[in-house]
């Protein structure tokens, strides 16, 4: 059985860092992407960005180029979402999501999902 989990959201200032870990057990993505959406009150689920785990190619929303980075430690079957100048808009639960089939950006096309994890930013 599949299993991911995140860890590492909470409660910090606007402009400061956070970093989300994924950590994935019963099965490698070594083949496979997995990424990060988000979900505000009352808004649909956004896609945040994208790994591809044998390539190590990376795509991300527009709202979070340049503060945001996706990375994978293959060793420990992790990702991680390091935010950096993080703003109030940022706040929502962060999911981690794995092996989509089509569009990366499609959360419709993501097989697994972890429970979230909340992050919020005060201005």
């Known amino acids: 059985q599949v299993q991911l989990v995140e860890s590492g959201g909470g409660l910090v200032q606007a402009g400061g860092s956070l970093r989300l870990a994924c950590a994935a057990s019963?099965?490698?993505?070594?083949?496979?992407?997995s990424g990060w959406f988000r979900q505000a009150p009352g808004k649909e689920r956004e896609f945040v960005a994208v790994i591809y785990w044998s390539s190590g190619h990376t795509y991300y929303a527009d709202s979070v180029k340049g503060r945001f980075t996706i990375s994978r430690d293959n060793a420990k079957n992790t990702v991680y979402l390091q935010m950096n100048s993080l703003k109030p808009e940022d706040t929502a639960i962060y999911y981690c999501?794995?092996?989509?089939?089509?569009?990366?950006?499609?959360?419709?096309?993501?097989?697994?999902w972890g429970q979230g994890t909340q992050v919020t930013v005060s201005s």
């Open positions: 999501a794995a092996s989509p089939r089509g569009s990366y950006y499609d959360k419709e096309r993501y097989r697994y």
């Open positions: 019963g099965r490698t993505f070594s083949d496979d992407a």
